[in-house]
């Protein structure tokens, strides 16, 4: 049981450094097409 939710724990870690990292990488490419048009 503990072993389910400890691989549960890290795929749940790795999804959010996906997530955060996308975002990362949004907000970055957002800012670079601001710079850009200014």
């Known amino acids: ?3 389910k939710w400890r691989s549960l724990g890290k795929n749940e870690a ?3 450094k996906m997530t955060k990292f ?3 990488n949004l907000l ?3 800012n670079k097409i ?3 048009n200014f």
Do not use: I, V
């Open 22 to 24: 996308k975002d990362e």
């Open 14 to 16: 790795k999804k959010y």
């Open 1 to 3: 049981m503990g072993l």
């Open 34 to 36: 601001r710079e850009m």
């Open 28 to 30: 970055g490419y957002s």
